[in-house]
């Protein structure tokens, strides 16, 4: 698996990480190899779909940083739906003027996010960087909320070295997530693809 990569650095790769397990029994990575680099997410995080596949969702949420509407995003998948949905954390300054130029009235940002078409014109940006890092087709998010409010270590959705603390998201969005998955069914994009 590791022959991209110069011999020496991938033995050093393999007994390193074999060390750090024994010592620190927590300390679980799963290696990707790609183009001679090695991409680590932690084992934890990763879950599987109802298709089988299994999502890293470190991985897609770094693709979507890059999208000029998100500033933080938390991708969230399981065992019993197909498809991907996002809690995404909007950049209030791109998503004022986006709405500007697209002439869109709004008395306040949370009546924005809530707006279709401006759900809408993240989730297409976010395909287009996904696109462009080539993502395969289970990885794509499928619905999105929007909230203004940014994931931080005050409110219990960041570790103090900034990742997201995955439970605690889960459940602060659980009546987000509960509700992209429902407008899923309703649309027919949740049913399983074989």
Same mark, same amino acid.
């Given at each position: 698996?590791?022959?991209?990569? %110069?011999?020496?650095?991938?033995?050093?790769?393999?007994?390193?990480?074999?060390?750090l397990s024994q010592v620190w029994?927590?300390?679980?990575?799963?290696?990707?190899?790609? &183009?001679?680099?090695?991409?680590?997410?932690?084992?934890?995080?990763?879950?599987?779909?109802?298709?089988?596949? %299994?999502i890293a969702p470190e991985k897609?949420?770094?693709?979507?940083?890059?999208?000029?509407?998100?500033?933080?995003?938390?991708?969230?998948?399981?065992?019993?739906?197909?498809?991907?949905?996002?809690?995404?954390?909007?950049?209030?300054?791109?998503?004022?003027?986006?709405?500007?130029?697209?002439?869109?009235? %709004?008395?306040?940002?949370?009546?924005?996010?809530?707006?279709?078409?401006?759900?809408?014109?993240?989730?297409?940006?976010?395909?287009?960087?996904?696109?462009?890092?080539?993502?395969?087709?289970?990885?794509?998010?499928?619905?999105?909320?929007?909230?203004?409010?940014?994931?931080?270590?005050?409110?219990?959705?960041?570790?103090?070295?900034?990742?997201?603390?995955?439970?605690?998201?889960?459940?602060?969005?659980?009546?987000a997530i509960s509700d992209m998955?429902?407008?899923?069914?309703?649309?027919?994009?949740? &049913?399983?693809?074989?």
């Amino acid at each position: 698996m590791l022959c991209n990569i %110069y011999p020496g650095i991938s033995i050093l790769l393999l007994n390193f990480s074999a060390y750090l397990s024994q010592v620190w029994p927590g300390f679980s990575f799963v290696k990707y190899i790609n &183009q001679n680099f090695i991409f680590q997410y932690r084992k934890k995080n990763i879950f599987k779909l109802s298709q089988g596949e %299994y999502i890293a969702p470190e991985k897609i949420e770094n693709a979507y940083a890059k999208c000029k509407f998100v500033a933080q995003c938390f991708v969230y998948g399981d065992s019993l739906n197909s498809s991907l949905v996002a809690v995404v954390s909007v950049d209030h300054d791109v998503l004022k003027a986006w709405a500007a130029s697209e002439g869109i009235m %709004y008395n306040d940002l949370a009546q924005l996010c809530n707006d279709p078409k401006a759900k809408a014109a993240v989730l297409a940006d976010m395909d287009a960087c996904g696109r462009e890092v080539e993502l395969r087709g289970f990885e794509f998010v499928k619905v999105v909320t929007l909230v203004l409010e940014p994931f931080t270590m005050e409110n219990g959705l960041l570790t103090p070295t900034f990742k997201i603390k995955r439970p605690q998201a889960k459940e602060y969005f659980a009546k987000a997530i509960s509700d992209m998955y429902n407008e899923l069914s309703k649309s027919g994009h949740s &049913q399983k693809t074989f």
